[in-house]
């Protein structure tokens, strides 16, 4: 967060590079929509619309309204299957000016636990975190014309 907000100067530290360096290591492993996430299709700015967890099938579907090729507006589907955990964080002291709600997703990246799950993170504008332990994933989406 202290990056995105512009305390730390992307002159004096990226760590976009470090996290690409870390990525190369695992992306044979990851589900190919999760990895399509990090390199090809940005959630970048969208806003979260809906969250369901279903504790009793290990699902969580999050609903997020974005931006698609051409700036139109993209409505993404994250499922997560086999979900063996969900952590949410907020610092009330820390966040960006913008939208209400959760605000807009400014980043996120995968990894693989030490037990071989996949772990998502992702970050919104407000200082909220996700934290995703899950088995598998799906990603859809449509654009609104």
């Known amino acids: 967060m202290d990056w995105w907000r512009g305390f730390q100067d992307l ?3 990226d760590p976009r590079p470090e996290f690409q360096v870390h990525l190369d290591t695992i992306r044979d492993r990851i589900p190919s929509d999760l990895l399509a996430i990090q390199e090809t299709i940005s959630l970048h700015d969208a806003n979260l619309r809906a969250l369901n967890l279903d ?3 290990g699902t969580l579907e999050i ?3 974005g931006h698609g090729d051409g700036g139109c507006l993209r409505h993404f589907i994250l499922r997560y299957g086999e979900v063996n955990s969900f952590r949410s964080t907020a610092d009330p002291e820390i966040g960006l000016n913008g939208p209400h ?5 400014g980043y996120d990246e995968v990894d693989i636990t030490e037990h071989g799950k996949f772990e998502h993170r992702i970050l919104f504008s407000t200082g909220i975190e996700f934290q ?7 990603l ?3 654009d609104v014309v």
Do not use: R, T
């Open 11 to 13: 002159e004096e530290y």
């Open 140 to 142: 859809e989406w449509h």
């Open 55 to 57: 504790v009793g099938a």
């Open 101 to 105: 709600g959760y605000g807009d997703l």
């Open 132 to 138: 995703i332990v899950f088995g598998s994933f799906k």
């Open 63 to 65: 609903k997020l309204h």
